[in-house]
């Protein structure tokens, strides 16, 4: 393992935050614990634990972050959760399904009131070592479950192709279990929060937690973040289904680096940042936050040493020897995979059939021992059509002596899988969408001795790693059995010759070299000075509530509506009306729209409403309240605007799709109809023409904005309109940008914008915040002036704002929650949470302490 002491990793604290799903250990109470809860290791995600350990045993100190999982009265270990919780049963094992049933009653009807002596000793029983600490997130819940649903019903099944049935879609449901999904990802921000000291190294892994490194961005902004998704990664096509997907792409674009499974799924990743939110992206690369987050392939491996020294223990030995006497003379055909809608276990027993069907010779010889672990996502059509095969099969080819197909719906032990892997004469992985199947590299390391051959999905991302397995495409029953008669007839020799090449590709894959991969691109990769990360609105919302004099500043076209093709259909929505309306009416606040339209525009669709006006770039204002427009531009000369009509003509009569706008003001050449590449051509041929003669003859200002070029006087932009509001006494009168006394000017000042013209109102809120500096200005509990610079639009635009709104709908949304009427966990930022999910502080809070206080009296 690399040292944290290597020169090449300058800055580093020799920590690792290591953030997961869930801690690897379940918390449970039963008679047996005498009433105190107690802790057990669980199976499952066996080469992300194995991670964990050879982090122990290095020279890096490790923390890790990670929920407790649902707290449990039971005699059993429960399933873990691995995608979708609807419909569920459980396993065909009698007491293992009483027990499950037994833990939910109680943990149904508990609440889970436990007091800080309960978690502190708790904690301490979860500590495994001293160089590595446990924190657990505590979402203490009588129903625990809603802390998986978004990311179990939702994301699991697009991320492995499943498309949500509209029948049975609730959008209620749905927008509860997103933002018990922000919860879920902001109480993991606390967490990382009371752990973090600069040049730790944090570590994120997959989907439950997209949010968090957007999270971590916001609050730590020269953090080195990493996020590994170990699920696949879905198209574009796909991907766009979800109504969060801007949000959850944009959390993950905070991270430095993000790795996934194989090739493919880096290209969806890239194609849905460049397709979603017109990020700029190279095939390694996406440019988001002023970072170019690295994205790359990096396949996870498993701890070839340990499972060598593990399965070829004696206790595994006398496991194989009464497998093989159990089955005498035949061929046994191994599998091993959760019962769930995407492992391919229906597909497999679909081809064994086939293969029973179209090679008889082999139909009381082989044998398919099939082991399905019981897990939450096993749906009672799925286990009806599973049984219903295995029925048919073995009605159809099975004697009083011979059973074609063994299934055991259960958790095995260890030793027993080992020996199982190890018996095996053919082992077949068919799931239809995986990551990493850990199994298929596990059954490699234990086939050293035998050499039995392995069919592997195309459609997994241990495809990319094992080459040399018998790829197929499990949807082709056809195909899979006759892959089935090769493996089954393939000689000693050629089984020994793909061993040996598979065993090499497992051993140049192990655990052991990813964990070293990931933390050493982390830890190499550069570090940028400007960071603008996505606006922390919760924070924003604080920083508002506190406020008595607040300023709002809203460029118009692609800040408050979208960009469309004709400019005069960019009409406001009702939402948008309606929380304007709303915001204007709060005696603290004043609203502008600053504008590149023109008066009569603005007059349209604005003038009805109790805000302020600015046109054509800060050349023209009409002030609350007010139906005058001052023209602030009269005493400059405009015989320029003859000659730029002229330049712009020409260049209108040679690309269709163009057209002049005159303003009384400023003259503007749009572009938006033409061809795209050849008027973007037209466009960067006019403005160097204009730059070589009208910018030189006349002070006037030559500005490219979205699809147009427009001309205007330089003395004259939104920059100007900016700082004369700011400095201006609130609420009264606009007069000159003189400025006022520190209590009478806005201490909340909220501004967004989305192209060049914008970054002069930042550029003015930068010199303001400057200027309060210098003259001492008292700072607020946050440590500033609440002066807030948004840019909308994609990530990766360089900017001069200090965060980032990904559309115009993102505004809108933010404006609904200053008005009262948009959840505060719509998106994600920094929201201080209790043990229960609740904002502290909040009535909910409260009542649960004093809950607890008395549960724990009782």
């Known amino acids: 393992m690399l040292s944290p002491t290597d020169p090449q990793f300058s800055g580093s604290s020799g ?65 873990q959760h691995h995608g979708n919780a609807s419909n569920t049963t459980h396993s065909n094992n009698n007491e293992l399904e009483e027990c499950v049933h037994a ?18 000793a708790i904690e301490r029983k979860l500590q495994p070592g001293e160089k590595t600490t446990v924190h657990p997130v505590w979402l203490l819940r009588k129903d625990q479950l809603r802390w998986r649903h978004y990311a179990e019903e939702f994301l699991w099944p697009v991320f492995h192709y499943i498309q949500p049935d509209p029948a049975t879609m609730d959008g209620k449901f749905e927008t509860e279990a997103w933002r018990d999904y922000v919860r879920f990802n902001e109480a993991y921000m606390q967490a990382i929060a009371d752990v973090y000291q600069p040049g730790d190294i944090i570590w994120i892994h997959d989907y439950y937690l997209l949010l968090l490194p957007q999270l971590v961005r916001m609050r730590f902004p ?22 969060r997907r801007k949000q959850l792409l944009d959390g993950m674009l905070g991270a430095n680096q993000v790795g996934f499974q194989c090739a493919s799924f880096v290209r969806h990743f890239i194609s849905c940042c460049t397709r979603l939110l017109g990020c700029e992206a190279t095939p390694s690369a996406v440019s988001a936050y002023g970072l170019d987050v690295a994205v790359f392939t990096l396949p996870i491996g ?48 679909e081809a ?23 897990t939450y996502a096993t749906s009672a059509k799925l286990e009806r059509k599973v049984n219903e095969l295995i029925a048919s099969i073995n009605g159809e080819y099975g004697l009083l002596e011979h059973t074609p197909v063994q299934h055991y719906q259960m958790r095995v032990m260890k030793e027993e899988y080992f020996a199982l892997l190890r018996a095996a004469d053919l082992s077949i992985v068919s799931s239809i969408r995986d990551g990493m199947s850990t199994t298929s590299l596990e059954f490699v390391v234990c086939q050293q001795g035998n050499s039995s051959p392995l069919i592997l999905s195309e459609f997994t991302g241990t495809a990319s790693v094992l080459k040399d397995a018998f790829l197929v495409n ?14 089954l007839l393939m000689s000693d020799e050629k089984k020994l010759a793909r061993q040996t090449k598979l065993l090499a590709e497992v051993q140049a894959n192990t655990v052991q070299l990813w964990t070293n991969a990931f933390v050493s691109r982390l830890m190499t990769s550069e570090t940028v000075p400007l960071v603008t990360p996505a606006l922390n609105r919760p924070l924003v919302l604080a920083e508002y509530r506190a406020a008595n004099r607040r300023l709002f500043l809203f460029d118009y076209d692609g800040t408050l509506t979208p960009i469309v093709q004709d400019p005069a259909a960019a009409t ?14 709060d005696p603290k606040n004043q609203v502008w729209i600053i504008s590149g339209r023109d008066q009569a525009f603005l007059e349209k669709w604005m003038g009805g409403k109790n805000v302020g006006l600015s046109a054509e770039h800060g050349c023209f204002m009409k002030d609350l309240g007010s139906h005058e427009w001052v023209n602030l531009a009269a005493e400059i000369d405009m015989l320029w605007q003859k000659k730029v009509e002229a330049v712009f003509q020409k260049y209108t009569d040679r690309t269709p799709g163009t057209n002049i706008e005159m303003k009384k003001v400023a003259v503007t050449w ?117 002066v807030h610079p948004v840019a909308v639009g994609p990530a990766s635009k360089k900017t001069t704002a200090t965060a980032h709104l990904v559309d115009p709908a993102a505004v809108i949304e933010t404006i609904g929650l200053f008005t009262g009427h948009v959840s505060i966990f719509e998106a994600a930022g920094t929201v201080e949470l209790d043990d229960r999910g609740h904002i502290a502080g909040s009535e909910s809070s409260v009542r649960a302490l004093s809950r607890t206080i008395a549960s724990t009296k009782i």
């Open 670 to 786: 749009h572009h938006r109809r033409a061809d795209p590449d050849f008027g973007n051509y037209q466009a960067g041929e006019c403005y160097r023409e204009l730059m070589a003669t009208i910018a030189i003859t006349y002070d006037v200002e030559v500005m490219i904005g979205k699809a147009n070029i427009e001309v205007r006087p330089k003395v004259l932009n939104k920059g100007e309109i900016v700082k004369r509001l700011v400095r201006a006494n609130h609420g009264a009168k606009q007069g000159s940008a003189a400025s006022m006394p520190e209590g009478d000017v806005a201490d909340f000042v909220f501004c967004a914008g989305d192209d060049l013209t914008d970054e002069d109102m930042f550029r003015a809120l930068s010199e303001v915040e400057i200027d309060r500096v210098q003259k001492g200005y008292t700072r607020n509990q946050w440590n500033g002036f609440g």
């Open 222 to 243: 020269d953090a080195r973040v990493g996020l590994y998704v170990h699920a696949p990664f879905p198209s574009s096509e796909y991907f766009r289904c979800l109504s």
């Open 352 to 374: 064994f059939e086939m293969f029973l069907s179209m090679y008889p010779e082999w139909r009381e010889t082989v044998v398919l021992i099939q082991v399905s672990s019981p």
């Open 15 to 79: 920590r690792i935050i290591n953030v997961t799903t869930t801690l690897p250990t379940q918390i449970y109470k039963n008679d047996e614990t005498n009433g105190e809860w107690a802790i057990r290791p669980i199976s499952g995600n066996s080469a992300l634990y194995a991670s964990h350990r050879f982090l122990e045993s290095s020279s890096w100190e490790t923390h890790i972050v990670g929920w407790t999982g649902e707290l449990h009265y039971s005699t059993a270990i429960i399933p």
């Open 474 to 487: 499990p949807w082709d029953a056809v195909g899979v059995s006759r892959s089935i008669n090769e493996c």
């Open 302 to 349: 498993v701890d070839v040493d340990y499972i060598q020294r593990e399965a070829f223990l004696p206790a595994v030995d006398e496991r194989l020897q009464a497998i093989r006497e159990l089955y005498p003379g035949k061929k046994l055909i191994v599998g091993r995979d959760r019962l769930d809608a995407v492992r391919g276990v229906v597909q497999k027993l």
């Open 103 to 120: 833990s939910a009653d109680r943990t149904e009807t508990d609440p889970l009131y436990l007091s800080e002596a309960e978690k502190t």
């Open 572 to 585: 406001p929505s009702h939402k948008l009306d309606i929380y304007l309306d709303l915001l204007a009416e």
